[in-house]
């Protein structure tokens, strides 16, 4: 632990910029399997990746404590997680704390202390009406407070692993051999601007929205600035942070279907939106007025999952690759189609999104029957683009 | 009085070339060139000159240019020539030194000192010829969210009154009076064809015009000249002007000289009087009277469309913007040190005010502090030059600009500072109508809208070259600026890091 970075960006570039390997899967009707396949799928595209951080999301992965957030804290020094650990106490309610399990892999080297922490908000005057809310201000606070320590997965039933090193080998240090998800994303990093710190590795996370990405968001000082004035603190200094903040936002706080909020960080363009009079154009025309600030401009793609759902967006005019596929309840997205075939070489649908087009795939409410072709994924509205 | 003052300009003319066609006499406003029927020659007053270069532009023949006096003082950094003559002026009038344009003195020009990105190899950057790429902005207030109905899925927030504009850059209020109607009749059609918007100042809607009120910014200032229910009407925007950057804490003035009988009918005024803008509005002495007029507008235009606010900037400009946003204002145009006017005192023009970019940054961050930045639209105004200042001024949080110094040098002025005279060479800045005849308004809406469009050519290869589509991407995104040879608390105040970090 001693020398790892406490920071993601030593040299205050502004932000990360970095290529990636992304891969996601669900199940749709929200029976969870092992992470074998997007283990495999993300080791295929090792050559995306340079060993300087890979991740994992896992949805479904405490299903015994359902009803707590699991807070996953990364400490990068000894001294802290007493302090956290206080903290964390004053301000929720612990029902159990743990170290991470993890196992010696020889490629990872100085890992930081991983802990979590099952909390409630129940008795906390504070946390009234809006538990979400309060819990996010207070990772917020822990972790622009506490210089050493990270809370880097924060949702209920779900859990975010990652740290510096190839995913497949992040995946063989955290046993995740062990957890069983109806959802995994999983990420591989080739960043080009720092040495690698394990909270700046993907997903990122806040409550039990995660994003992994693939590209360079060039609008990320509009989106940052916008963000900080509905009180997001940015402290990773990195782009993805802005995707997973902007999805709270739009989603959570205000009430947008995340269809609408796809349309939001992907807009269509102004040439499409006016040749649309319907409700369905003067949505777009509105969203886009309103909240011109979260445009995300420049190369990317993202996985973006939350409870019960994960969406692949790319940008505009699709600067990076997305590929989605299907196979009965399972629903693939990729940076590249061989990790797809790789572990699922009976496919029954393989497409190429269009740039912009929002793919979207929900855990199926009991009784309701599988989708059709595509309509697991059917853009929004129809998607002219 | 004798006048001490030595002539600041010298006419050479090339006798080899001249053919005393006499053009040079007829187009001089001021009377500088003269034809003696005896000598059969034409001769020049240099006294006169002004350095706007028509004659030296129209004689058709090259025979004439124009230098700066080379006389020579004895050297003293600190009793400049200007100085001197500033005081020998005064000397001889008794008066308020008066002068026109923006400010010409040598403050730091931030733009000269930022410095824009351009993407390599980790970013694309994006061919605009190949590409969509995206100049449209809407102007005018902005909800905090958009609402639909829980229950149906249906939108269920109505905006604000929206104006788009298709390029970022309006020109600024410049009144019929201070020009004349065929140079704002350039501006009008060069906004409609450009699909932007000019500003008519404090002088009221020509009826000549009102085709053009869809691209119209209507002023309200403390005059109230040409203010009526169907001036608020026909433009797209209301503007109320508090101050200008050219001289902030003032009002206007302009001569009776130029008070021609369209002038007076315009601004509803006697022909002939002195039209005299009061330095405050008689109805605004804080900002709970602003509110009232803010409100009183959309009132009178039934929240039809938005109602902004013009300040010059002055010291706390942050703290002013931040209440002109709480009093409901749709918008805030931000005027800084060199921006321009027909006539001012020059004492006042060339030393009161604070830089628009600091000015534009200071608002920027101040409004996103309070978390209010978003529900207005932020227009910098004072010293934009070129497309790079539109896309820095964007970039440090601007949604638009305002141009009028650059739309006027475009129609030909030289910014020789005599707008206040009445006499522009260049049938710009004079009710003359042997003058103004000069300008044909449709050669000069051609001029404005090639000027908009290279500008917006320009933005859009500076865009793609960013790897960005859609302006609004720029917007505020200081990360893509960078400061050269800039003081640590400039660049605190810019928000921007210096070049290299």
Same mark, same amino acid.
């Not at chain 1, 947008?256 to 939106?273: C, D, Q, R």
């Not at chain 2, 605009?128 to 229950?151: I, N, Q, S």
């Given at each position: 632990?001693?020398?790892?970075?406490?920071?993601?960006?030593?040299?205050?570039?502004?932000?990360?910029?970095?290529?990636?390997?992304?891969?996601?899967?669900?199940?749709?009707?929200?029976?969870?399997?092992?992470?074998?396949?997007?283990?495999?799928?993300?080791?295929?595209?090792?050559?995306?990746?340079?060993?300087?951080?890979?991740?994992?999301?896992? *949805?479904?992965?405490?299903?015994?404590?359902?009803?707590?957030?699991?807070?996953?804290?990364?400490?990068?020094?000894?001294?802290?997680?007493?302090?956290?650990?206080? *903290?964390?106490?004053?301000?929720?309610?612990?029902?159990?704390?743990?170290?991470?399990?993890?196992?010696?892999?020889?490629?990872?080297?100085?890992?930081?202390?991983?802990?979590?922490?099952?909390?409630?908000?129940?008795?906390?005057?504070?946390?009234?009406?809006?538990?979400?809310?309060?819990?996010?201000?207070?990772?917020?606070?822990?972790?622009?407070?506490?210089?050493?320590?990270?809370?880097?997965?924060?949702?209920?039933?779900?859990?975010?692993?990652?740290?510096?090193?190839?995913?497949?080998?992040?995946?063989?240090?955290?046993?995740?051999?062990?957890?069983?998800?109806?959802?995994?994303?999983?990420?591989?990093?080739?960043?080009?601007?720092?040495?690698?710190?394990?909270?700046?590795?993907?997903?990122?996370?806040?409550?039990?929205?995660?994003?992994?990405?693939?590209?360079?968001?060039?609008?990320?000082?509009?989106?940052?600035?916008?963000?900080?004035?509905?009180?997001?603190?940015?402290?990773?200094?990195?782009?993805?942070?802005?995707?997973? *903040?902007?999805?709270?936002?739009?989603?959570?706080?205000?009430?947008?279907?995340?269809?609408?909020?796809?349309?939001?960080?992907?807009?269509?363009?102004?040439?499409?939106?006016?040749?649309?009079?319907?409700?369905?154009?003067?949505?777009?025309?509105?969203?886009?007025?309103?909240?011109?600030?979260?445009?995300?401009?420049?190369?990317?793609?993202?996985?973006?999952?939350?409870?019960?759902?994960?969406?692949?967006?790319?940008?505009?005019?699709?600067?990076?690759?997305?590929?989605?596929?299907?196979?009965?309840?399972?629903?693939?997205?990729?940076?590249?189609?061989?990790?797809?075939?790789?572990?699922?070489?009976?496919?029954?649908?393989?497409?190429?999104?269009?740039?912009?087009?929002?793919?979207?795939?929900?855990?199926?409410?009991?009784?309701?029957?599988?989708?059709?072709?595509?309509?697991?994924?059917?853009?929004?509205?129809?998607?002219?683009? | 009085?004798?006048?001490?003052?030595?002539? %600041?300009?010298?006419?050479?003319?090339?006798? +080899?070339?001249? !053919?005393?066609?006499?053009?040079?006499? %007829?187009?001089?406003?001021?009377?500088?060139?003269?034809?003696?029927?005896?000598?059969?020659?034409?001769?020049?007053?240099?006294?006169?000159?002004?350095?706007?270069?028509?004659?030296?532009?129209?004689?058709?023949?090259?025979?004439?240019?124009?230098?700066?006096?080379?006389?020579?003082?004895?050297?003293?950094?600190?009793?400049?020539?200007?100085?001197?003559?500033?005081?020998?002026?005064?000397?001889?009038?008794?008066?308020?030194?008066?002068?026109?344009?923006?400010?010409?003195?040598?403050?730091?020009?931030?733009?000269?000192?930022?410095?824009?990105?351009?993407?390599?190899?980790?970013?694309?950057?994006?061919?605009?010829?190949? +590409?969509?790429?995206?100049?449209?902005?809407?102007?005018?207030?902005?909800?905090?969210?958009?609402?639909?109905?829980?229950?149906?899925?249906?939108?269920?927030?109505?905006?604000?009154?929206?104006?788009?504009?298709?390029?970022?850059?309006?020109?600024?209020?410049?009144?019929?009076?201070?020009?004349?109607?065929?140079?704002?009749?350039?501006?009008?059609?060069?906004?409609?064809?450009?699909?932007?918007?000019?500003?008519?100042?404090?002088?009221?809607?020509?009826?000549?015009?009102?085709?053009?009120?869809?691209?119209?910014?209507?002023?309200?200032?403390?005059?109230?000249?040409?203010?009526?229910?169907?001036?608020?009407?026909?433009?797209?925007?209301?503007?109320?002007?508090?101050?200008?950057?050219?001289?902030?804490?003032?009002?206007?003035?302009?001569?009776?000289?130029?008070?021609?009988?369209?002038?007076?009918?315009?601004?509803?005024?006697?022909?002939?009087?002195?039209?005299?803008?009061?330095?405050?509005?008689?109805?605004? @002495?804080?900002?709970?009277?602003?509110?009232?007029?803010? @409100?009183?507008?959309?009132?009178?235009?039934?929240?039809?469309?938005?109602?902004?606010?013009?300040?010059?900037?002055?010291?706390?400009?942050?703290?002013?913007?931040?209440?002109?946003?709480?009093?409901?204002?749709?918008?805030?145009?931000?005027?800084?040190?060199?921006?321009?006017?027909?006539?001012?005192?020059?004492?006042?023009?060339?030393?009161?005010?604070?830089?628009?970019?600091?000015?534009?940054?200071?608002?920027?961050?101040?409004?996103?502090?309070?978390?209010?930045?978003?529900?207005?639209?932020?227009?910098?105004?004072?010293? !934009?030059?070129?497309?790079?200042?539109?896309?820095?001024?964007?970039?440090?949080?601007?949604?638009?600009?305002?141009?009028?110094?650059?739309?006027?040098?475009?129609?030909?002025?030289?910014?020789?500072?005599?707008?206040?005279?009445?006499?522009?060479? &260049?049938? !710009?800045?004079?009710?003359?109508?042997?003058?103004?005849?000069?300008?044909?308004?449709? !050669?000069?809406?051609?001029?404005?809208?090639?000027?908009?469009?290279? &500008?917006?050519?320009?933005?859009?290869?500076?865009?793609?070259?960013?790897?960005?589509?859609?302006?609004?991407?720029?917007?505020?995104?200081?990360?893509?600026?960078?400061?050269?040879?800039?003081?640590?608390?400039?660049?605190?105040?810019?928000?921007?890091?210096?070049?290299? +970090?």
């Amino acid at each position: 632990m001693r020398g790892t970075p406490t920071r993601n960006n030593p040299y205050g570039d502004g932000k990360v910029v970095d290529a990636c390997s992304i891969f996601g899967v669900i199940d749709v009707t929200g029976r969870p399997f092992s992470g074998d396949r997007a283990i495999a799928a993300i080791a295929c595209m090792h050559e995306r990746g340079n060993g300087l951080g890979g991740g994992f999301a896992v *949805y479904g992965c405490y299903p015994d404590f359902a009803d707590w957030y699991a807070l996953h804290v990364m400490y990068m020094e000894y001294d802290v997680r007493e302090h956290v650990e206080g *903290y964390i106490g004053s301000h929720f309610q612990l029902h159990l704390a743990e170290p991470i399990p993890t196992r010696h892999v020889h490629t990872i080297s100085d890992p930081p202390q991983l802990w979590r922490y099952f909390v409630s908000t129940a008795d906390h005057p504070l946390a009234g009406e809006a538990p979400d809310d309060y819990v996010v201000q207070q990772i917020m606070r822990i972790n622009t407070r506490f210089r050493n320590a990270f809370v880097f997965s924060s949702g209920k039933n779900m859990g975010v692993f990652k740290g510096v090193g190839y995913p497949e080998e992040l995946a063989e240090f955290y046993c995740l051999d062990e957890y069983r998800g109806y959802i995994w994303t999983a990420h591989g990093r080739f960043p080009t601007n720092t040495p690698g710190w394990w909270g700046g590795a993907h997903p990122f996370s806040i409550l039990d929205w995660t994003v992994v990405h693939n590209g360079e968001i060039s609008s990320y000082g509009t989106n940052r600035r916008y963000l900080e004035s509905f009180g997001y603190h940015c402290t990773m200094e990195t782009d993805t942070e802005v995707v997973a *903040y902007a999805i709270d936002l739009l989603v959570r706080r205000h009430k947008l279907p995340i269809e609408a909020a796809a349309s939001v960080l992907s807009a269509p363009l102004w040439s499409h939106i006016d040749r649309d009079s319907s409700p369905r154009g003067i949505l777009l025309r509105t969203l886009r007025q309103v909240y011109p600030s979260l445009l995300l401009n420049g190369p990317f793609t993202v996985i973006i999952a939350h409870t019960g759902e994960m969406i692949g967006l790319t940008d505009r005019i699709r600067l990076r690759p997305l590929t989605a596929a299907r196979h009965g309840p399972l629903l693939y997205l990729s940076s590249e189609e061989s990790a797809i075939r790789l572990v699922d070489p009976d496919l029954g649908e393989v497409w190429t999104p269009l740039g912009g087009e929002p793919i979207m795939a929900r855990v199926l409410a009991p009784g309701e029957g599988l989708p059709g072709p595509q309509a697991a994924a059917r853009p929004f509205g129809g998607g002219t683009r | 009085m004798k006048s001490y003052l030595a002539s %600041r300009f010298v006419v050479l003319r090339d006798q +080899e070339r001249c !053919i005393q066609c006499r053009v040079c006499v %007829r187009q001089c406003g001021y009377d500088v060139h003269a034809y003696d029927s005896e000598a059969g020659d034409v001769f020049s007053c240099d006294e006169r000159c002004v350095g706007c270069h028509r004659c030296v532009v129209f004689c058709p023949t090259q025979a004439l240019s124009v230098r700066e006096n080379p006389l020579s003082y004895r050297a003293n950094a600190n009793w400049r020539p200007e100085v001197m003559e500033d005081v020998l002026r005064q000397a001889e009038t008794g008066g308020v030194l008066l002068t026109g344009m923006g400010n010409d003195k040598p403050y730091p020009i931030y733009w000269d000192h930022l410095v824009l990105n351009a993407s390599q190899v980790t970013n694309p950057s994006i061919d605009p010829l190949r +590409e969509p790429m995206e100049l449209t902005t809407f102007l005018g207030a902005k909800p905090e969210a958009v609402t639909l109905d829980p229950e149906t899925g249906a939108l269920a927030t109505e905006l604000p009154p929206q104006v788009p504009v298709a390029v970022p850059i309006l020109f600024s209020a410049m009144s019929f009076g201070s020009i004349s109607l065929a140079a704002q009749e350039s501006l009008a059609r060069a906004a409609a064809e450009a699909g932007t918007l000019f500003n008519t100042g404090e002088g009221g809607l020509h009826r000549s015009l009102h085709a053009f009120g869809e691209h119209a910014i209507v002023q309200v200032a403390s005059g109230r000249f040409g203010v009526d229910p169907e001036y608020l009407e026909e433009g797209r925007m209301v503007e109320i002007k508090i101050g200008q950057g050219a001289k902030p804490g003032i009002g206007g003035h302009l001569p009776g000289e130029k008070v021609s009988a369209e002038v007076a009918a315009t601004r509803m005024i006697p022909v002939g009087t002195d039209a005299l803008s009061p330095a405050p509005h008689h109805d605004i @002495y804080s900002i709970e009277d602003l509110r009232q007029l803010i @409100y009183a507008l959309k009132e009178a235009t039934q929240y039809s469309k938005p109602v902004g606010v013009k300040i010059a900037a002055v010291h706390n400009v942050a703290a002013i913007a931040s209440g002109i946003v709480r009093a409901g204002a749709d918008y805030v145009a931000i005027d800084g040190l060199r921006g321009a006017t027909g006539a001012a005192p020059k004492v006042m023009r060339d030393h009161v005010g604070i830089p628009i970019e600091l000015a534009l940054a200071a608002v920027d961050t101040r409004l996103r502090q309070e978390g209010i930045r978003h529900r207005v639209s932020l227009i910098a105004a004072g010293g !934009i030059r070129n497309s790079a200042d539109v896309l820095k001024a964007i970039a440090l949080g601007a949604d638009a600009v305002y141009i009028a110094t650059a739309a006027l040098v475009a129609l030909g002025c030289r910014v020789c500072q005599m707008c206040y005279a009445g006499k522009c060479s &260049w049938g !710009i800045a004079t009710q003359n109508p042997y003058l103004t005849r000069r300008i044909n308004p449709s !050669i000069g809406a051609r001029r404005l809208a090639n000027l908009l469009r290279g &500008w917006s050519l320009e933005i859009q290869e500076m865009l793609g070259g960013m790897g960005i589509n859609a302006l609004e991407s720029l917007r505020g995104n200081r990360l893509h600026l960078r400061a050269v040879g800039l003081s640590e608390s400039e660049m605190r105040v810019l928000g921007v890091r210096p070049a290299g +970090e």
